[in-house]
């Protein structure tokens, strides 16, 4: 199966160019604001985009993303409200694929086969859910997928066991979403000892590209991840430049002469 995800990174490839993809939470720090958000993302050179689905519990993110996922809930968003969102986006942003990103409670209690249904209808290319058994065969999330045209993208840690790692090469699709660091979200100064190796031990059972996140918050961290993976995942980094910006015109400057920044780092 192939769609725009696929196209998306062989255009990458061929161009020889290291892709980028960020992230935001959808109604962070409200619906009109984070549409902003997302075309300023998109105009700056982000080559794919997460949109978060805001979630009360998010397990696998650190402080910056937490709170936007509360004040977004804290503001009224919710499931429905991100489909509409989701699809105005895909028809603005055509050159751009979108994933949504969400933890298994949502599509679990939406109904898996009708939110991948759904998103496939708003315009969305893939889904991320980092708390997804991959053994989980009962509620049938690969297969309402694939059946779609949304890939299953799975996220693989430094701490995969070689099992795992098998696994995981064997059902993702699109890209594999692997993880600079053990833990949570965060823009971080360092990054993980041993990436290489556990890069390596990926491409050992894949073919598919490799997007690294968690920590990515530099030119440094993406020129770094740029001779290891096909594209660099900035997400918290994205939220704390917003953050401090002291009007929203500020903010949006602030995020976009980063990411610019990022594509002047990397070949």
């Known amino acids: 199966m192939e769609n725009k995800i696929d196209r998306k990174l062989a255009g990458l490839k061929s ?3 290291h892709g ?3 992230h935001i939470v959808v ?3 409200d619906l009109a604001r984070s549409e902003r958000l997302l075309d300023t993302l998109a105009d700056s050179g982000a080559d794919l985009i997460e949109l978060q ?6 397990l696998a993110d650190g402080p910056t993303i937490m709170t936007a996922n509360l004040k977004a809930l804290e503001a009224g968003v919710r499931v429905a409200d991100v489909f509409r969102f989701a699809e105005k986006a895909a028809g603005r942003l ?17 109904g898996m086969e009708a939110f991948c249904r759904d998103s496939a209808a ?3 290319c893939g889904l991320i859910v980092p708390d997804i058994p991959p053994e989980e065969t009962a509620e049938g999330y690969r297969g309402h997928c694939l059946d779609h045209g949304l890939h299953p993208v799975y996220i693989l840690s430094p701490s995969s066991t070689e099992q795992r790692v098998r696994l995981i090469a064997s059902l993702a699709g699109g890209f594999i979403y692997c993880t600079a660091m053990v833990g949570i979200t965060g823009a971080r100064d360092k990054q993980q000892a041993g990436l ?10 894949t073919g598919l590209p490799l997007a690294l996140g968690f920590g990515i918050s530099s030119r440094e961290h993406v020129l770094r991840a740029a001779g290891l993976a096909e594209v660099s995942v900035i ?8 953050n401090q910006g002291a009007s929203e015109e500020d903010s949006l400057g602030r995020v976009s002469g980063f990411l610019r920044s990022l594509r002047g780092s990397a070949p």
């Not at 997400?235 to 917003?242: A, E, Q, T």
């Open 20 to 22: 980028l993809m960020a």
């Open 122 to 124: 708003a315009g969305i």
């Open 53 to 58: 689905v805001p979630f009360s519990d998010p």
């Open 94 to 110: 055509s050159g751009v694929p979108l994933l949504f990103m969400s933890y298994l409670n949502i599509p679990f209690n939406y």
């Open 15 to 17: 161009s020889g160019t």
């Open 196 to 205: 290489q190796d556990f890069i390596s031990r990926v491409r050992a059972h």
């Open 235 to 242: 997400g918290s980094k994205v939220i704390d430049l917003y």
């Open 27 to 29: 109604g962070y720090p």
